[in-house]
């Protein structure tokens, strides 16, 4: 259909707009014609997936060359595979409307893990092993010498593609990733470096946040996006973290031991270098003794697609260490090396302390900068001087220095930034006090580092999720100024949703997981009545939450005492998340099959788990989701402490605020995963009494609370059993009057 909004023709490829749709159109055309950023949160199935790619779809059109791209990115594989299928229904609607002047290119884009057909890469399976060995086949070195020896490996759908690069012509249309393997085998090219090269031409790229936020990443991908670009990040209530993450180092004694190999490996092949490659690196050292930047360097170097990604540094001020000169304590290659080993062997004696240690990471800078005989300027070039070492030396597959390469980029990050960082190094596990292999982390505690180059650039970018609330949250955390923020109801033709506080369990046990109560047996005890009984009253699925694997473990073992395991899995077969990604697919496999069958199943996981941010239990699957406590993180980690601390001290957010902030979008996400769209019903039963306090519950999705009336907050099982069969069946007299 096609309808006007605000003078913009909009395409939707559905009959009918929600109200909701209609007004989440309208917040975002207002935030786009002002050019702003905007954080937008949406009920969870209500269409916006589709709202958003129509809306933004029909901007594009009507405003190039204003407007040039659309960059929507996706938290995973599996996300970014619906996205496209949304993509591809709208795109067939413009074909109908004949509203394409020209060529409109749709391009999903993913690792090589997921794209590659070289059966001798990706049998590798593990992402960075795949990546290593692609490189090392598709190096300009590498070509170049199998030119004059053939039986050097090369990759043949990497070949073939360079060949045919300029007289291949594609499409108008939506690519997939399966469209893209399919394209490539049908060709006979790489389907990885191709998508790559179209990120150019594409007027919509699809593919994962890292893409952008991940600084290595991005410097590799995303560098020549125009800035006139609208980016989304979808699913984006945990967007922070990821930011975090990004910018995170984790080092182990594991990872010093690889460096200090590998290191040794390359100091033994700078000394027996002979012939040729002593002529490259003397070539390189006088190179850099003449000042040529690294930017001259690369410019001058005849590089191809595979080299840029063995050449980039892994921060997000690229241009300004590019244009710099190397220092020259570390323009020799021997001397690179030896500053590398002196590094290595700080890191392993920090690592070697018996107690716990933090501090700012400009303190481990000076103390480094003592152990280190180098130039404190040479830190902020150590990424870029091994990449350029490992260059001249022709080294094609990086997977062997792998920890070299986070040895080398932990320093880069430390001395690249002035606030913003710990080094945290802990012996021992905390929680249990068990010795284990000790790690020290590069702990980031600014998410707007990773998220203020992407907000600087581009035009626009929004920010959405169904899970957002509190909205002002986000802006204040990532350090941007949001033109627009809003929240919709959902519109309904039915109350589809029924949300419970329980406050009281059996024998009117006070319900909590608070960490310093959790002594207290009566209330995992009472969370195994509660399942029963609910169990009892609801068909088909039900998922259950807990705050931690350590908190479902100690519930489960009360259970287990209690013989409630057994008479639960008279009612409905039992599957558990595990940290073990294969055995909680699985279970999650049969759950759904039990749930097919007929023959009810539960499913119980934990909140940040792959369930609680990944899997979708609509309809059957999930009926029901019981929240079974509060789920705020581990407040005795020195990471969070730390980071707590940072967010009071630069941005006025007070701990308790953030905590509460966290537990509660994490409870939200967990809630939404029953509701998936609008013929979908669900009950959402949060099992702790800290949910009825008004700095909680006012901190719930607006599209929950217009379900939650005051009869619903801080109820006993007795009641909620009422209104559970209450509410099935108004659900089921409905079904049958349809």
């Not at 290119?105 to 990706?122: I, M």
């Amino acid at each position: 259909m096609k309808f006007q909004l605000d003078g913009l023709d909009i395409y939707f490829p559905y009959p009918h707009v929600y109200p909701e749709q209609l007004s989440y159109m309208t917040q975002l055309k207002k935030a786009l014609d002002a050019k702003g950023h905007v954080v937008l949160e949406m009920p969870s199935g209500t269409g916006k997936t589709i709202t958003l790619l129509s809306l933004l779809t029909s901007y594009l059109l009507q405003t190039q060359p204003t407007v040039r791209k659309i960059i929507y990115c996706t938290r995973t594989v599996e996300e970014m595979e619906k996205v496209m299928e949304e993509a591809n229904i709208l795109y067939h609607c413009l074909q109908q409307e004949r509203v394409m002047d020209g060529h409109f290119l749709c391009v999903g884009l993913a690792s090589r893990k997921h794209l590659c057909l070289n059966e001798q890469v990706f049998s590798y399976g593990e992402g960075f092993m795949v990546d290593g060995r692609c490189r090392s086949l598709t190096a300009s070195w590498i070509r170049e010498k199998a030119k004059a020896d053939p039986s050097i490996p090369q990759c043949p759908f990497y070949e073939c593609l360079e060949q045919q690069m300029d007289e291949m012509m594609i499409p108008s249309g939506v690519y997939s990733i399966q469209d893209w393997r399919r394209w490539g085998e049908r060709n006979g090219w790489c389907p990885y470096f191709y998508a790559r090269k179209l990120l150019a031409f594409a007027n919509l790229v699809v593919y994962s946040y890292h893409y952008l936020l991940d600084p290595k990443v991005s410097q590799l991908v995303s560098r020549e996006l125009p800035q006139d670009a609208i980016v989304v990040f979808d699913e984006a209530h945990n967007i922070d973290n990821v930011c975090i993450e990004a910018l995170s180092v984790w080092v182990n004694t594991s990872t010093i031991d690889d460096a200090n190999n590998a290191a040794m490996y390359l100091a033994n092949r700078i000394a027996s270098a002979k012939g040729q490659s002593f002529a490259m690196l003397q070539q390189e050292y006088q190179n850099l003794t003449q000042g040529q930047t690294i930017h001259h360097w690369l410019v001058s170097s005849s590089f191809n697609a595979s080299d840029w990604e063995m050449s980039q540094p892994s921060i997000h001020d690229v241009h300004q260490t590019l244009e710099e000169t190397v220092p020259p304590s570390i323009r020799k290659a021997e001397h690179f090396i030896a500053y590398l080993q002196s590094l290595i062997a700080y890191l392993k004696n920090l690592l070697n302390r018996p107690e716990a240690l933090e501090m700012t990471h400009t303190k481990f800078l000076q103390e480094l900068s003592q152990q280190c005989p180098v130039d404190v300027k040479s830190f902020r070039f150590t990424s870029d001087r091994l990449s350029s070492l490992l260059r001249t030396l022709e080294i094609g597959d990086w997977s062997r220095f792998r920890s070299l390469d986070s040895v080398a980029e932990l320093i880069t990050i430390a001395s690249t930034y002035s606030s913003g960082f710990a080094i945290i190094v802990e012996p021992f596990e905390i929680k249990s006090h068990a010795w284990s292999s000790p790690v020290l982390q590069l702990a980031c505690l600014d998410a707007s580092l990773a998220m203020m180059p992407v907000t600087r650039k581009f035009r626009n970018v929004v920010i959405t999720s169904g899970t957002l609330s509190p909205l002002d949250f986000y802006p204040r955390m990532l350090n941007f100024r949001a033109a627009i923020t809003a929240s919709f109801n959902m519109s309904i033709s039915r109350r589809c949703v029924l949300p419970l506080i329980i406050g009281m369990g059996e024998d009117r046990v006070l319900l909590t997981s608070k960490f310093n109560q959790r002594g207290e047996l009566q209330v995992p005890k009472s969370y195994g009545r509660i399942l029963i009984e609910i169990s009892k009253v609801v068909p088909d699925g039900i998922v259950g939450f807990f705050p931690s694997y350590e908190y479902m473990e100690l519930a489960l073992d009360v259970w287990k005492e209690n013989n409630l395991l057994d008479e639960l899995q008279t009612m409905k077969l039992l599957f558990i998340e595990t940290s073990d990604s294969a055995e909680s697919s699985l279970a999650l496999r049969n759950f759904r099959t039990a749930c097919d069958i007929g023959r009810g199943a539960i499913f119980l996981s934990v909140a940040r788990g792959k369930a609680a941010e990944g899997i979708d239990f609509d309809h059957h699957y999930g009926r029901c989701v019981v929240l079974f406590g509060m789920p705020f993180q581990y407040t005795e980690s020195r990471e969070l402490k730390a980071r707590l601390r940072y967010l009071r001290e630069r941005f006025q957010i007070m701990e308790n605020d953030f905590l509460v902030f966290d537990a509660m979008r994490q409870a939200a996400q967990c809630a939404g995963r029953v509701i998936r769209n609008k013929s979908d019903y669900g009950i959402m039963v949060f099992a702790d009494r800290r949910y009825a306090r008004y700095d909680k519950i006012t901190k719930l999705p607006r599209w929950i609370l217009q379900f939650l009336s005051e009869d619903q907050i801080y109820i006993d099982i007795e009641t909620a059993l009422t209104k559970i069969k209450q509410f099935l069946l108004e659900m089921a007299s409905q079904a049958l009057v349809k």
